[in-house]
């Protein structure tokens, strides 16, 4: 892929997508260096054809000045997008184990299973790809409280959502009308999600939407209270497994 095409799917990447300016960064910078290093094809009265260069800077950088740093460009590149791919390929593991998942939280404050803890853990870093796999409806084994079913993929990814951001609006998002979310409170979402695929994809959109512009608004608030796991009488009290959770700043 030349790199004008690779600049121009970057622009088009979404803006959740926190590695985006570095990327795009990274990229500029090697097309400067490159521009830097012109070489030129010359003849040598010898008759024998070499290459020499003109570093076209007014300080006259030397030519193994400017090859170093496109090797240590090259290097770092490498190695950004090399822990990048790590990481991704860690949350995209991480969401495609909930398929096993027995438990959501529900009632006790940290009930649930540890594969729904584990992912909010992750905090800011994995919101991108959970906001992708909204429209999974891939059944898992937790069952819904209260409602017919078991969650899907896309519900937990909401829920994780909603526990790395605290008071983030899912209800909001679906419906403005007050009577509605007070009628059924959290209702109206399994109502809005069990419609349709189309109802989960509109759904997707928004959340993409919101999180664009309230990103940078998104503070770490730590939380030290202890909470419980379980509904038993000897439960253990612990901290939450992210140590806190982000609010928005007013």
């Known amino acids: 892929m030349s790199k004008n095409k690779e600049l121009f799917r970057l622009k088009k990447a979404p803006l959740e997508n926190k590695y985006f300016p570095i990327t795009l960064q990274l990229l500029v910078t090697e097309r400067m260096l490159l521009r830097k290093l012109r070489l030129e094809q010359k003849t040598h009265p010898s008759g024998v054809t070499g290459i020499s260069v003109e570093c076209g800077t007014k300080s006259g950088e030397s030519m193994n000045t400017l090859i170093m740093k496109i090797i240590n460009f090259l290097l770092l590149t490498f190695i ?15 969401i495609n184990k909930l398929r096993s998942i027995e438990a ?8 649930g299973d540890s594969l729904f803890w584990n992912l909010t853990k992750e905090k800011l870093a994995i919101v991108p790809f959970l906001i992708e796999r909204i429209d999974d409806t891939t059944q898992t084994n937790a069952p819904v409280p209260y409602f017919s079913g078991n969650y899907a993929i896309g519900d937990i990814c909401i829920r994780a959502i909603e526990e790395i951001i605290k008071e983030f609006p899912t209800v909001k998002l679906i419906t403005n009308n007050d009577n509605e979310v007070k009628e059924k409170g ?3 979402y399994w109502d809005y999600v069990k419609t349709g695929l189309k109802n989960r994809r509109m759904l ?15 503070t770490w608030y730590q939380d ?3 909470y419980a796991a379980s509904d038993s009488k000897n439960a253990q009290l612990k901290r939450r497994p992210a140590g806190g959770y982000y609010i928005i700043k007013k």
């Open 186 to 188: 959290y209702g109206v």
């Open 224 to 226: 030290d209270k202890l």
């Open 204 to 218: 997707k959109q928004k959340v993409k939407q919101w999180y664009a512009k309230n990103r940078n608004r998104l």
């Open 80 to 94: 950004f997008m090399s822990t990048f791919a790590q990481k991704q390929g860690k949350y995209y593991e991480q």
């Open 104 to 111: 959501m939280p529900y009632g006790p404050e940290l009930s």
